[in-house]
């Protein structure tokens, strides 16, 4: 019996390690993947640009003299040919009536003078007169005639200023503040205009562009790697407020001078406005939508780490399960991706998450990622828009 009882121990012993449960072996890491997939993509560039009025017009007075009427509202919408101030026009009137007098004294001197010379031709002829004196009364019947047209330049002259004592507006559109009142002296010569006059049912926005970025866009356009819209250039436009203006813009020319400061080219887009929403002289952002490809290959940017020197790559999941580093060409950023030249094919698993402290070569568990926000199941969608 004393034998018996440390075996019986040593076997219960025994029995109750065996029966511990066993520790499961750790399996490869999970890390969130994208496949790459072959995009077609509309690419824009979102540019600074400055707006302007299809017509501006600055009202100036063509004659000296007091203003005595001021014959708009100020910011009202003013037609071509309305009357806007008038100007004192008692001296010119009366310069048109010292024209009309002088007209008529003209006049009459020419009835007098081609009288004598008619009857100088028929005394000649008997020896009445000289040649002499008959050629004196041709020649003062000549200068009469003369007078007479003389005469009627400076009455129609006079009647010109006397209309432009009435100043009227030139262009149709939003006529602004006035710079004159009631009682100013104002002079044909003068600096300073009276009113301005900005037509704004349409307008221009300035753009600067990098003349490098616009000749590399031709480029790509005749080599086919992008395709413009058969309609032009289309152009959206962004307000100071954030909102996106509710009407396309086409590109209506790029300055064929290149700033030798700043080295941009300006671009002018052209925008319905009928609302008048847009004003002359504010900021907005356009976004110009320079072309569409076909087979684009985008990859996440937040898959894409850079070098010291700049250079990029990707974590890509091999047919093995294994971590390959890969490095890629990028061109540009198109919404949340990349727009890769090279590197990638169509079918490559590209890590987005997962593989921060992952040595290359190390064997993962691929997963589809799945963005925040999106869809249960779905993956995350690439925008199709550049910045």
């Not at 002079?187 to 590399?216: E, F, G, H, M, N």
């Amino acid at each position: 019996m004393k034998v018996v009882a440390p075996a019986m121990g040593l076997a219960l012993l025994l029995a109750s390690c065996s029966s511990q449960p066993q520790q499961p072996t750790a399996g490869p890491p999970q890390v969130s993947v994208v496949t790459i997939k072959i995009s077609p993509i509309t690419l824009t560039t979102e540019l600074p640009g400055r707006i302007s009025a299809a017509e501006t017009s600055e009202v100036r007075p063509q004659v000296n003299g007091l203003v005595t009427a001021r014959l708009f509202e100020e910011g009202d919408y003013v037609r071509a040919g309305q009357a806007l101030y008038r100007i004192d026009a008692a001296p010119y009137e009366a310069q048109v009536a010292s024209a009309q007098a002088s007209l008529a004294r003209a006049r009459a001197a020419v009835a007098s003078t081609a009288g004598l010379a008619r009857r100088y031709q028929e005394l000649v002829k008997i020896n009445g007169v000289s040649q002499q004196e008959l050629e004196d009364a041709q020649t003062s019947a000549q200068q009469a005639e003369a007078d007479v047209q003389a005469q009627v330049a400076a009455l129609r002259t006079a009647q010109i200023d006397l209309a432009r004592t009435t100043v009227r507006a030139p262009i149709s559109g939003r006529i602004g503040r006035s710079s004159f009142t009631v009682g100013a002296l104002v002079t044909a010569s003068q600096a300073s205009p009276l009113a301005t006059i900005q037509r704004i049912d349409r307008v221009y926005v300035d753009i600067p562009q990098s003349s490098a970025d616009l000749l590399k866009l031709r480029q790509q356009i005749a080599s086919g790697a992008l395709s413009r819209d058969a309609n032009g250039a289309r152009v959206k436009l962004v307000l100071e407020d954030g909102s996106t203006y509710g009407q396309d813009g086409t590109l209506q020319f790029a300055d064929v001078t290149v700033d030798a400061d700043t080295g941009s080219q300006n671009i002018r887009a052209i925008f319905n406005n009928p609302d008048g929403l847009l004003l002359p002289g504010m900021f907005a952002r356009a976004v110009l939508v320079e072309g569409s490809t076909s087979n684009a290959i985008l990859a996440p940017q937040r898959a894409v780490s850079r070098d010291a020197k700049g250079g990029a790559s990707v974590m890509v999941v091999g047919a093995d399960g294994k971590l390959q580093p890969r490095p890629i060409t990028t061109n540009r950023t198109v919404g949340q991706d990349w727009m890769v030249t090279s590197g990638l094919q169509p079918g490559d698993r590209v890590v987005v998450e997962g593989a921060q402290n992952l040595m290359p070569g190390t064997p993962v568990k691929a997963s589809p990622y799945q963005a925040v926000g999106a869809p249960s199941g779905k993956p995350a969608q690439t925008s199709a828009q550049a910045h």
